[in-house]
């Protein structure tokens, strides 16, 4: 989505196989999602395990680590330090408000959460304050992104899950209910699902796609906040993750027929 201007990306990944995979997804997708952009160039897109060089000269650092609290805690103080001074620092988290890991940033006032969607043409996303982020820097975000493409909306006060995920998480919930409770299945569900909606997948697909263990962490949040939320979703997920299917990455998930590994 911030390729589409001409412009550099730099990717930060510890893990080589992760950087390649990346850097393939871009190259397969940047030109669809170039196309959309009124007089778009796609720019370049490149990987490094050195997080400094990663950071440097960059005016907006997007943090998409695992949702774990202490690993985004420290490294939002890496990129605080390392990240040029002017530069914004988001979150794409969903599941945790930016000020929960403030603990080791010395200049909060730049940062918030930016939350994206999958895949990149989906091209909504989610703007909201850390609490102490400068009006300045929102306002920014919220004039800047439209110009890559990207449609910004903000969260008007603290809310996990923020707007639309709010709503897709309600949906999901409800689906990972029915099949618990046996009334349905995955396949069921997301076959119902393209036929009402006109969608080419379903809940269990992109579930999928997200990755299960990841989805299971998100639900184990918002099950902290409303301990009257089922459990029957969170006991499928997990059964499914002990049984080593945690979606596309793993070859299996709900469904069975992703390429091994």
């Not at 609290?69 to 408000?97: H, I, M, W």
């Not at 923020?162 to 569900?189: M, Q, Y």
Request: glycine share 8%.
């Amino acid at each position: 989505m911030l390729a589409t201007r001409g412009g550099e990306v730099r990717v930060y990944d510890p893990a080589g196989p992760q950087r390649e995979a990346t850097v393939d997804y871009v190259r397969q997708n940047l030109d669809a999602v170039t196309a959309r952009i009124p007089d778009g160039t796609p720019g370049t897109v490149s990987a490094t395990d050195d997080l400094a060089a990663a950071v440097a000269d960059a005016w907006l650092v997007v943090e998409a680590v695992p949702e774990r609290l202490d690993l985004k805690t420290r490294v939002f103080g890496q990129l605080d330090e390392l990240a040029p001074a002017d530069a914004v620092l988001a979150s794409n988290s969903s599941s945790y408000a930016s000020r929960l890991f403030l603990d080791r940033v010395e200049h909060p006032e730049r940062v918030l959460n930016v939350h994206f969607y999958m895949p990149p043409t989906q091209n909504a996303v989610d703007v909201m304050s850390s609490g102490k982020t400068d009006r300045d820097v929102l306002d920014f975000m919220m004039a800047t992104l439209p110009e890559y493409g990207v449609h910004p909306f903000e969260a008007r006060k603290e809310s996990t899950g923020f707007i639309f995920n709010r709503v897709w998480a309600a949906i999901k919930r409800e689906c990972l209910e029915l099949v618990a409770e046996g009334v349905s299945t995955p396949h069921d569900v997301d076959g119902m699902f393209q036929v009402n909606t006109g969608m080419k997948g379903g809940p269990f697909r992109m579930m999928d796609q997200v990755g299960l263990d990841v989805v299971l962490d998100i639900e184990e949040h918002y099950a902290a906040e409303h301990p009257e939320y089922p459990e029957g979703p969170r006991v499928l997920l997990r059964d499914y993750i002990d049984r080593g299917r945690l979606g596309v990455k793993s070859g299996a998930g709900f469904y069975d027929d992703y390429p091994t590994p």
